[in-house]
């Protein structure tokens, strides 16, 4: 039987990531490599088979009639190889080699990000390489063991565990509350300035959600300022901007140094929820075992994000 040479295995798991994530970009982000890196051995993998796997433009790559079949086949022997790798790691008890978290920039600077080096502490031989961005990424295709997620998603491949409610109040400097007064219920918000969030992965802007009683209902107050980042609405209230809505463990900081003021606290809502998913492929892996406890930590029933932000109520 022909062995297959570690070159050619090489260019098959750089093209099926190519392949999967349209570009060599995304595959080499996923790898870990640089995306020449990736477009060579892909070009060397065309060579040695003889065949075009990719139509290439400027912008995309497009799977040709023969690559299309054998992205099939490789995807079938990437499975089996990370079955064996699982396999392997479930066997031994200690966490060790590298865990890949995926979380949206926010959540990652201000709850995970200062919570790892005590992770690390706890289990030295363990790598953590943390991706953060707003985009969902296809946690299969990219290798990642567990992804921090804003809401539910459906997707029968991954396991879910809800960490944390995902609370959104209002708030304002003092300064600027000082100089326009306090809005003590949301139709007050008319005379105000207002601070609002757009979402970067839809481009559309928040509808300011407020809770009374059981309900819920939307309030559209008109925007001057409209920021893409939750830190950057922060930003522009703590320089007196007007009222914005944000998530309480953005603000709870500033809060806690005195540069925010919740405001209209008694119609704050629970969004939606913050959640934990890794494959079920991984659930035996001792790397994501661990790191799931450890969440049940950074995570408690009561955030102290949220202690700090309703302090009294």
Known sequence: MAQIGI?????????????SLGSYTAAARALAVSPSAVS????????????????????????????????DRALRLLREAEDIE??????????????????????????????????RARHPKLAID?????QFVDMIEEGIDVAIRVGALADSRLK???????????????EYLRRRGTPRHPDELAGHDC??????????TLRWPFASGKRVFEATPE???????????????????????SPTYIAAPYVKRGELVPILSAFA?????????????????????????????VFPARPPWDEVVFAGQ
Request: hydrophobic share 45%.
């Open 7 to 19: 070159e050619r295995l090489t260019g098959l798991i750089a093209f099926a990531r190519a392949a």
């Open 160 to 174: 879910s565990r809800r960490l944390a409610p995902h609370r959104l109040c209002a708030f304002a400097s003092p």
């Open 40 to 71: 060579k051995s892909v070009q060397r993998l065309e060579q040695q088979l003889g065949i075009v796997l990719f139509l290439r433009t400027t912008r995309s790559l497009t799977l040709t009639p023969e690559g299309r079949d054998l992205h």
């Open 195 to 204: 601070v609002n969030f757009r979402f970067q992965s839809s481009g559309q």
């Open 269 to 297: 809502v629970d969004r939606s929820s913050m959640i934990a998913l890794w494959p079920e492929s991984r659930r035996a892996n001792p790397n994501v075992k661990a790191f799931l406890t450890f969440l049940d930590e």
């Open 130 to 134: 943390l991706r953060l961005g707003d």
């Open 223 to 245: 925007i001057g300022i409209t920021v893409d980042t939750s830190d950057g609405v922060a930003a522009v209230l703590v320089a007196g901007g007007g009222v914005g809505i």
């Open 86 to 119: 699982q396999a392997a790691m479930a066997a031994r008890a200690e966490p060790s080699g590298i865990l890949r978290i995926s979380a949206p920039l926010p959540v990652g600077v201000h709850i995970l990000g200062p919570a790892l080096p005590s992770l």
